[in-house]
């Protein structure tokens, strides 16, 4: 069906979408060393929040559903590269 992507934490899911795909009893799961990223899991869509980004994405119909894992590890990487800092500038006479 669809992945709606909504950038910054003000953007949210439409009424129409969350009345069309935000249906059923939810089911939550929290990833991360801050618990930053939440999934909301419902019977046909994912909805996954990054409180650190402010990245929003709103993933519909079964086969996009599926693809909300691999957002997620993709995110927590992206994370502990950024935690890491930014790598110093090193010539290569070192």
Sequence with gaps: MGVFRYDNKYAAPTKEQRE????????????GEDEEILLIVYDEAAYL???RE???ILFTGIHDKQKVHDEI????EEHAQKKQGP???SSGDR
């Design 20 to 31: 069309r795909y935000m249906r059923g009893e939810p089911e939550e799961h929290v990833f």
């Design 49 to 51: 929040k990054d409180d």
């Design 87 to 89: 790598r110093e500038f």
């Design 54 to 56: 402010n990245v929003r």
């Design 73 to 76: 590890r993709r995110m927590l």
